[in-house]
């Protein structure tokens, strides 16, 4: 099977998570500036990091699953998309020593429950849906460049007021970007900045931009 966004086409695969509207929303709005260097974690089928190549100078794409990993590198061939690097790695923990990006994308496994098999760990988070998306802040800053940012795609059924105090904890000032309602959850697309001696919890903008 295929989906279509703008004029990319994606392959997926029974494996790996397919693009969804958590997907879309995040790829709608991407902060990605020309001659960033970006890293897209949990990439998938690559639809970020794909999307994100036309403008980036650089994007290098993490993945855990193999899989994922294989389609999305197929995926970047198909879309012409040359300045994309993949590689296997557990959110941070193959990011070499000195890497740093001015801007990292995270559409996280954010749903509540726990999974054991490959795909289903692409979207079960833990409790509350939060265990992965916690385990990227607390290791975040330090992969940023002075300046550099961050686009997290989050869920109302994650404990927003929570998420907004973990923000504030990390001293990042941010802001919701852009966010859609669904039938059973609202999901938002957080961008945000690490400033030194500024700490500011995200604030709900409406999504406006």
Known sequence: MAFHFRDLVF???ELVYPPAEDSVLLASNLDVGKGDHMLDVG???GIQAIVASSRAEKVLAVDINPAALKIAEENAILNNAKNVEFRASDLFSRIKEGERFDLIVFNPPYLPGSEDDILGKSWAGGCRGREVIDRFLDSVPKHLREGGRFELLVSSLN????VGEKFKEKGFTSRVV???KLWFEELYVILATKQAGYKKAFIDDGGNR
Do not use: P, Q, V, Y
Not at 159 to 162: I, M, R
């Open 159 to 162: 404990d927003l007021e929570s």
């Open 11 to 13: 392959r997926t695969h």
């Open 178 to 180: 852009a966010k859609e």
């Open 43 to 45: 990439t998938g089928t």
